[in-house]
């Protein structure tokens, strides 16, 4: 698997268990449909008001009406629930999102989120990404490990406006699989194709090694 995206969201896919109520971000996350088998049994939702999102509709099914937050084709599957958007976000407020799976350009290692502007660029504006960090059970962060500059994007601590603080659990790259624990952040798992050594210094964070450290599964 030569794209790192693909690759990203092919992993991430495992973090979505049977019968959760599961948002995904713009971008890898909503690559990660593709990925899972077809009799799983999750259930989608996009905040604009549609639990029961189904796949994305062929050339001559699209119906204009029925689009995702950003504004994508979708389709809906049988028993789906239509709903405004107050009612949407008070889903998200009340924490019956059980996962949240998400983009970002930078994670601290305390598990701080910056995912929706850069300073001195124009933004529409944080959209639903900071009541989804705050609301949903779990967090998972996909994301390319470093920064086009090669900078990289797991540090220490954020130096872009926070989206939400404390709020990611998992992060997933095309180089590794890393946990936000109370001690710090644990590498437990390496890409096939990358070694201890590369990610540890592709990460701007002290990294915490599992001992029982494997192989990333897809």
């Known amino acids: ?63 204009p009406d029925l689009v995702d937050a950003a504004k994508r084709p979708v389709t809906a599957l049988p028993g789906a629930s239509y709903f405004d ?8 407020r009340g924490g019956h999102i059980d996962l949240s799976i998400l983009g970002a350009m930078q994670v601290a290692e305390n598990g701080d989120l910056a995912n929706w502007m850069i300073p001195g660029k124009m933004v529409k504006g944080m959209g639903g990404a900071m009541d989804l960090v705050s609301g949903a059970k779990r967090v998972v962060v996909t994301m390319e ?5 090669g900078s990289p994007k797991i540090l220490d601590y954020c130096t872009l406006p926070l989206t939400g603080q404390r709020c990611v659990n998992v992060i997933v790259t095309e180089m590794a699989v890393i946990e936000v624990t109370k001690e710090g952040l644990l590498l437990k798992e390496l890409a096939p194709d990358t070694n201890l050594e590369a990610v540890k210094r592709a990460t701007g ?11 990333m599964e897809f």
Request: no cysteine.
């Open 1 to 63: 698997m030569s794209d790192p995206k693909a690759l990203i969201a092919a992993r991430a896919a495992r973090e979505v268990y049977p019968g959760e109520v599961v948002n995904l971000g713009i971008g890898i996350p909503n690559l990660i449909p593709g990925y899972l088998g077809a009799d799983t049994e999750i259930f989608l939702h996009t905040e604009n008001g549609l639990l029961g999102v189904g796949p994305r509709p062929q050339e001559g099914e699209i119906e």
């Open 85 to 92: 958007s107050a009612s949407s976000f008070a889903m998200i």
């Open 145 to 149: 490990h470093s920064a086009k500059d």
């Open 205 to 215: 964070a002290k990294l915490l090694v599992d001992p029982a450290l494997k192989t």
